[in-house]
Antibody, heavy 122, light 107 residues
Framework: EVHLVQSGAEVKKPGESLKISCKGS????????IGWVRQMPGKGLEWMGI????????IYSPSFQGQVTISADKSISTAYLQWSSLKASDTAMYYC???????????????WGQGTMVTVSS | DIQMTQSPSTLSASVGDRVTITCRAS??????LAWYQQKPGKVPKLLIY???GLESGVPSRFSGSGSGTEFNLTISSLQPDDFATYYC?????????FGQGTNLEIK
């Protein structure tokens, strides 16, 4: 069965760094794009960026470019989302999600991780 | 970026009703549109891909239509399990943007 399992909830202070993870299993991790989606408390879904673990090709939303870094380690079937200096406004649930079609970026997200809640507070 | 606008933002309906949610794109996205359902505290779930393709395991009362800039998600006969928030998402070009969501609530 196909799964994306995300790392656990985090509580951080403003200015701290953070890297959260998303581990894929049950499929060829290098052959499907993995996206990251933010959901702030009580708000809608926001597309942050997407990576192809096969070659680490990455596309960011302009809204998130420079604010986060998306990466992947194909040797352990894991994608990452990281911040170098968190802000209170980064408080949100973060989901990873896999595209439904092999290799193509033009594809809906069919498999979602369970989400990682990030809380940034002094 | 392509902007996606859903209407209505909130929809009140009863079990058994037929309901339609509309999603409009700021420019043509062909049929590269998905619909997701999200219940409170839960992970989004893919319902419809490529505007009208029904995802495996999704009940046939859900259907999608449209192309270009205007799309609809229709639920033919609402069931208690369908009360949730629905999002459209375009994946014609990147960033792949979501609509702001439609909260489907019980009347």
């Amino acid at each position: 069965e196909v799964h994306l399992v995300q790392s656990g909830a985090e509580v951080k202070k403003p200015g701290e760094s953070l890297k959260i993870s998303c581990k894929g299993s049950g499929y060829s991790f290098t052959s499907y794009w993995i996206g990251w989606v933010r959901q702030m408390p009580g708000k809608g879904l926001e597309w942050m960026g997407i990576i192809y673990p096969g070659d680490s090709d990455t596309i960011y939303s302009p809204s998130f470019q420079g604010q986060v870094t998306i990466s992947a380690d194909k040797s352990i079937s894991t994608a990452y989302l990281q911040w170098s200096s968190l802000k209170a406004s980064d408080t949100a649930m973060y989901y990873c999600a896999r595209t439904s079609l092999v290799t193509t970026i033009r594809s809906a997200f069919d498999i979602w991780g369970q989400g990682t809640m990030v809380t940034v507070s002094s | 970026d392509i902007q996606m606008t859903q209407s209505p933002s909130t929809l009140s309906a009863s079990v058994g009703d037929r309901v339609t949610i509309t999603c409009r794109a700021s420019q043509s996205i062909s049929s590269w549109l998905a619909w997701y359902q999200q219940k409170p505290g839960k992970v989004p779930k893919l319902l419809i891909y490529k505007a009208s393709g029904l995802e495996s395991g999704v009940p046939s009362r859900f259907s999608g239509s449209g192309s270009g800039t205007e799309f609809n998600l229709t639920i033919s006969s609402l069931q208690p399990d369908d009360f949730a928030t629905y999002y459209c998402q375009q994946y014609n070009s990147y960033p792949g943007t979501f609509g702001q969501g439609t909260n489907l609530e019980i009347k």
